[in-house]
């Protein structure tokens, strides 16, 4: 099972998800992610994050949703914060589609523990909502899911 992670850059918060979810997967699910306006290089503070968690770093870029054109996924997840108002890039495939909004630790301004705890905290609920995906009754393949189940539980872990 492929899922996409999309926000706007592709350089903090869809990076995050992607790497958690992969550390945290076991065999048969991958994540990617993509931006609808990729930066072109993930933040070095994300890179940092990942790694202070023991999270690995390897293949992770900051990349446009045209890169899966071939392979498309079967579940997309946007994390933008549409509670800031902050637009969030629309996947036109045939994916199952949810929203698991985040606020952008980036944006976080302050000294260097403040905007630290920030991308923490941001790995931490991603963390949450990974778990909680994973723990998800996958064991009959993907085919076999019923689409509408799945949807509402991918809703419902929004909320998270």
Not at 27 to 41: C, H, L, N, V
Not at 69 to 89: G, L, Y
Request: charged share 20%; proline share 7%.
């Amino acid at each position: 099972m492929r899922v996409l992670f999309m926000c706007t850059a592709n350089s903090c918060r869809s990076i995050l998800s992607e790497a958690m979810f992969n550390h945290l997967a076991p065999q048969g699910f991958q994540a990617i992610s993509a931006g609808s306006f990729p930066r072109g290089q993930v933040l070095p503070r994300s890179l940092m994050t990942l790694q202070e968690a023991g999270i690995g770093i390897d293949g992770l870029s900051s990349k446009g949703n045209d890169a899966f054109e071939d392979n498309p996924p079967d579940i997309v997840i946007t994390v933008c914060d549409k509670a800031a108002a902050e637009a969030c890039p629309v996947y036109f495939g045939p994916a199952i589609k949810a929203h698991w909004g985040l606020a952008d630790p980036s944006e976080v301004k302050g000294d260097e523990a403040t905007v630290a705890a920030a991308f923490h905290a941001t790995l931490a609920h991603i963390e949450t909502r990974c778990r909680a995906f994973l723990a998800l009754p996958f064991a009959l393949p993907f085919a076999r899911l019923e689409p509408a189940a799945l949807k509402r539980e991918l809703d419902r872990i929004s909320t998270l």
